[in-house]
């Protein structure tokens, strides 16, 4: 199956990003890039390597929609590549982790169990991790989506805590800091 990435501009609330596929039958399907966790790792693949992220050291990526248990082994295996093959992505001048660090956020459902394990990674970090109650979607867990949040981060400490609940998606987003 080949997919590629294409911008398509002003579309609704400004810039979206959008995948086309062409599937067994040759028909071309267009597929939103939030809602898969495949097609955000194919997404985030071209923005780091295809130099997107090197090129607009200020453009600011979310990854939302697609829960985020995948994104360290997916930033394991990117820097692997990197590693070994960095001759054919000449225009990147550092790892991709390192592009994600700087530039990147991914948001976790809060009854993910892999949330307290990301945010301890070196790859991303509790810096860049926003949660989302996925209210009023009909899987959403409400009442009762705080509670699961709760659970999730309390093997972390206060200041990754703080972060994930509320202060990155505040600093994000431009918001006054949330109150305790």
Known sequence: MH???????QRKSGLDLWLEKVD???ELKRIS?????DLEAATLTYLV?????ERHPRLKVLLLEANGGWIVPW?????????????DVPQMRMKPSEYFRRQCWISFD???TTLAMTA?????GAERIIWASDYPHPDAKF???TDDLDEATRGLDEAQRARIIGLNAAELYGLSAPVK
């Open 3 to 9: 997919a590629k990435v294409k911008a398509e501009q």
């Open 24 to 26: 067994a039958l040759g």
């Open 33 to 37: 890039a939030e809602i898969d966790p």
């Open 49 to 53: 390597c295809g130099g997107v992220l």
């Open 75 to 87: 930033l394991e295996r990117l820097d692997h590549h990197y590693k070994i093959f960095y001759a």
């Open 110 to 112: 809060p009854d993910e």
């Open 120 to 124: 301890n990674s070196p790859l991303v």
């Open 143 to 145: 009442p009762g989506v």
